[in-house]
């Protein structure tokens, strides 16, 4: 069982930067994949970036370039740099982890003005 809290997001303008994390609540450093995913209102929830525990990356074409996932294992913590964002970035951006069951975060708002 792993506990997932989010936090960072917020409302930022077009353009503007923001970095989401992930705290879990054990080690991360054997969980198979962990991610970042979004759900805009009325809109089915959407992968945006992963990274596997060999510390490959994979990224939705909409944000290649200017999303960037990382982790800590010292802090057991997976982040979300978002750069250049736009207001088709607006949705509420969860993370999960999957080790064999699949674990969610509670969400953490993100709103992108024009």
């Known amino acids: 069982q792993v506990q997932l809290v989010e936090s960072g997001g917020g409302l930022v303008q077009a353009g503007g930067s923001l970095t989401l994390s992930c705290a879990a609540s054990r080690s991360i450093f054997s969980i198979n994949t962990m991610g970042w995913y979004r759900q805009a209102p009325g809109k089915q929830r959407e992968l945006v970036a992963i990274?596997?525990?060999?510390?490959?990356?994979n990224y939705a074409d909409s944000v290649k370039g200017r999303f960037t996932i990382s982790r800590d294992f010292a802090k057991d913590t997976v982040y979300l740099q978002m750069n250049s964002l736009k207001p088709e970035d607006t949705a509420v951006y969860y993370c999960?982890?999957?080790?064999?069951?699949?674990?969610w975060g509670q969400g953490t708002q993100v709103t992108v003005s024009s």
């Open positions: 999960s982890f999957e080790d064999g069951l699949r674990y």
């Open positions: 990274i596997t525990s060999g510390s490959s990356t």
